[in-house]
């Protein structure tokens, strides 16, 4: 994911991760709902050749990435429908892989949100939830990224698509014009729609755009898309802060938050994931299994004793 990188560590030690106070509108929306609250932690992507070896057992064929990926995460920012519009069968081939719990949060097709910009997509949004609603019991959140040049003067397109959605959908969207966040009064129009509408608000941290660390919740659930930096030092303070944060909406009430790993580079996702998992484990009260790595052992020793005895044989 290259949305908000920065060019240097230099550059990232002059930036303040510090995560804003919550929007007072947030306490509101996700006070008095007294249920346990539901975490959901995982990645953009299973299909990832690098965790091979990593989380993914030696010699794990591309087939099997998804079985692999869903023992360590109970879900998965599904981007791969932004890039192609499933399929039934295709769904259905994806669930077979996957166990009881485990959800799948498809994002738009880019047809629906980058092409059509949300006019005129029935037919095409018909063929999206065809598809999706093949997920069944594995069916998260359904994701919704308008173009980022869709800025205020897009509110009423806006609100027309997501007053058409089905009404047993969880529907979240995330801005990224930067009007948005600079006009207070077309924020509060925004909010005030998908408030009426049950449309949750996506909150993405990224280093180069700090913006969109609005803080504003629309429902009383939360749906995070943090961008890392290959492991940088400044990654797990950051993580640290959105653990504090979590517990503080876990104990007033809020009732699911999906938090979604990215990096620039994705190869390292799965460090970063165990470590917030660990941390959400020790300071929220959660029971999240932790991610299990391929133990080195089994990594270099085996292939060095076979060539080591192939080398006896010879002599």
């Not at 629906?112 to 019991?137: G, M, N």
């Not at 943090?226 to 993580?239: A, E, K, M, Q, S």
């Not at 080195?296 to 006896?312: I, N, Y």
Request: hydrophobic fraction near 35%.
């Amino acid at each position: 994911m290259q949305f908000g990188r920065v060019e240097s560590e230099l550059d990232l030690s002059a930036i303040d991760f510090t995560l804003p106070p919550d929007h007072p509108a947030t306490t509101k929306v996700i006070a008095g709902h007294k249920a346990a609250t539901g975490f959901f932690v995982g990645c953009a992507k299973w299909g990832r050749p690098d965790w091979v070896g990593k989380i993914y057992p030696p010699k794990t064929k591309q087939a099997d990435f998804l079985q692999h990926y869903a023992r360590h995460f109970n879900c998965i920012e599904l981007n791969a429908t932004f890039y192609r519009m499933p399929t039934q069968a295709q769904i259905r081939s994806w669930k077979s892989k996957v166990g009881e719990g485990f959800k799948f949060c498809p994002k738009f097709v880019d047809q629906i949100t980058h092409i059509k910009r949300l006019k005129d997509t029935q037919e095409l949004v018909d063929r999206f939830f065809d598809a999706v609603y093949e997920f069944k019991e594995n069916l998260g959140p359904v994701f919704l990224m308008p173009h980022p040049q869709m800025g205020p003067k897009s509110l009423e397109i806006q609100q027309a698509f997501i007053e058409s959605m089905p009404k047993d959908i969880e529907l979240f969207v995330e801005q990224r014009h930067k009007d948005w966040y600079t006009n207070t009064e077309a924020f509060d129009k925004l909010f005030a729609m998908m408030e009426k509408n049950s449309a949750g608000a996506v909150i993405t941290d990224a280093s180069a755009r700090r913006d969109c660390v609005h803080m504003r919740l629309s429902t009383p659930q939360a749906f995070i898309r943090f961008v890392g930096n290959g492991l940088h030092p400044t990654d797990y303070t950051r993580i640290d802060d959105w653990v504090q944060r979590m517990k503080t909406w876990k104990e007033q009430g809020i009732h699911k938050i999906y938090f979604f790993m990215h990096q620039h580079e994705e190869l390292h996702s799965p460090e970063l994931a165990l470590y917030l998992i660990q941390q959400l484990n020790k300071h929220c009260g959660t029971q999240i299994p932790e991610p299990v790595f391929v133990p080195k052992q089994e990594l270099f020793d085996l292939p060095v004793k076979k060539k080591a005895a192939g080398k006896r044989k010879k002599a």
